[in-house]
Each structure stands twice: as structure tokens, then as C-alpha cells.
């Protein structure tokens, strides 16, 4: 199982996670949730807590792909 982050490209929070067996179908789900335009942006590699790491939000979206 993977995980997909999707986060704010203005703030660099964590806004959505799609969970899911195939990179491209998990993608795909973030698409068709709305995280398709130029705000946001996703990674496979968070690093929550480093520096110009994501900004980890326990409130965000849960997707299953």
C-alpha cells in the first residue's frame, strides 16, 4: 500500500492523502477530487518536519484509490 500527499503549493500544507496499490490510479483519484490545478502539488516523499518539509495536517482529506 502507498500514499499519495497532496499539499498547497502557496502554504506548503498537507491538504489531502490518497492511499492506494497503483501510482497512476491514486493520481488519477487525486485528480478527479479537484487537486488538478496549478495550487496544488503531490509527493510520494513528505518529510514531515524537515526542513522545506510539508506541513503535516491530521484534518486532511483521506482518498482511497
Request: proline share 3%; hydrophobic share 30%.
Amino acid at each position: 500500500m502507498s500514499k499519495l500527499y497532496i499539499y498547497s503549493n502557496e502554504t506548503g500544507q498537507h491538504v489531502a492523502t490518497v492511499t492506494g496499490n497503483d501510482n497512476r490510479k491514486m493520481e488519477q483519484a487525486a485528480e478527479n477530487a479537484g487537486y488538478c490545478s496549478n495550487d496544488y502539488s503531490n509527493t510520494y516523499s513528505p518529510a514531515f518536519g524537515f526542513n522545506d518539509g510539508l506541513v503535516e495536517n491530521p484534518d486532511a482529506e483521506e482518498i482511497n484509490a
